[in-house]
């Protein structure tokens, strides 16, 4: 069972739209989560972490979690082009070291 | 904003060879890491090194690899015998504290290698 899950996409939406972004995880005791944004051929950027259920929200990003299902989300209002990436979900592994696993990534295009 | 420097941004070299990857990490972070990404694959964990020893390593991290904190600021992974398959992006990335509290990765530019 793979440890972190993301759909590869790619997931396309037009201009100005809401794109939905999914994870699962496996590890139950994982506490928390973290977005980051990876440009072809750059380095991970990190847009937002999460550590409680519900929302939480920064500017056009909306990070969701639901620990009982094992779910984490993110929501991008209003789209752009710029937004045009792979977002990548990370777990904090149980190992208490600090390392994050990391999913697969969804590819998200915004067309204008 | 302090940032992770990585050198050299690509390196090339020959199968066989020995490359050594250089990294800073943020300056007040205690714990450090290395990923690798293979072109259209995911970002893997390597090993993550605390208080000059190793914490955790993957099973990818074999006896080829090694790393090491020379000095107070620079941390190195040294591939000793590269082989075709070890052609990839390495990120190395550093963080303030390991727990689960906010502590998350900040990843350097990387460097892309190159085995012919």
């Known amino acids: 069972q793979k440890e972190v899950e993301q759909n590869s996409g790619p997931l396309s939406v037009p201009e100005g739209a809401i794109a939905s972004l999914n994870c699962t995880y496996s590890?139950?005791?994982?506490?928390?989560f973290f977005w980051y944004r990876q440009y072809s051929g750059k380095s991970p950027e990190l847009i937002m972490s999460?550590?409680?259920?519900g929302d939480k929200e920064d500017g056009r990003f909306t990070a969701q979690l639901n620990k009982a299902s094992q779910y984490v989300s993110l929501l991008i209002r209003d789209s752009q082009p710029s937004d045009s990436a792979t977002y990548l979900c990370?777990?904090?592994?149980?190992?208490?070291?600090?390392?994050?696993?990391f999913g697969q990534g969804t590819t998200l295009q915004v067309k204008p | 904003e302090p940032e992770v420097t990585q050198t050299p941004s690509h390196q090339v070299t020959q199968m066989g060879q020995e490359v050594i990857l250089r990294c800073v990490p943020i300056?007040?972070?205690?714990?450090f890491y290395w990923y690798r990404q293979i072109l259209g694959q995911k970002v893997e964990f390597l090993v993550s090194f605390y208080n000059n020893e190793i914490s955790e390593k993957s099973e990818i991290f074999d006896d080829q690899f090694s790393v090491e904190r020379p000095d107070g600021s620079n941390f190195t992974l040294k591939i000793r015998s590269t082989k075709l398959e070890d052609s990839a992006m390495y990120f190395c990335?550093?963080?303030?504290?390991?727990?689960?509290?906010?502590?998350?990765?900040?990843f350097g530019n990387g460097t892309r290698l190159t085995v012919t």
């Open positions: 990370a777990v904090h592994g149980s190992s208490n070291t600090g390392k994050l696993i």
């Open positions: 590890d139950r005791v994982s506490q928390s």
């Open positions: 300056s007040n972070h205690l714990y």
């Open positions: 990335a550093s963080s303030e504290d390991a727990g689960r509290n906010n502590s998350p990765l900040h």
């Open positions: 999460i550590y409680s259920n």
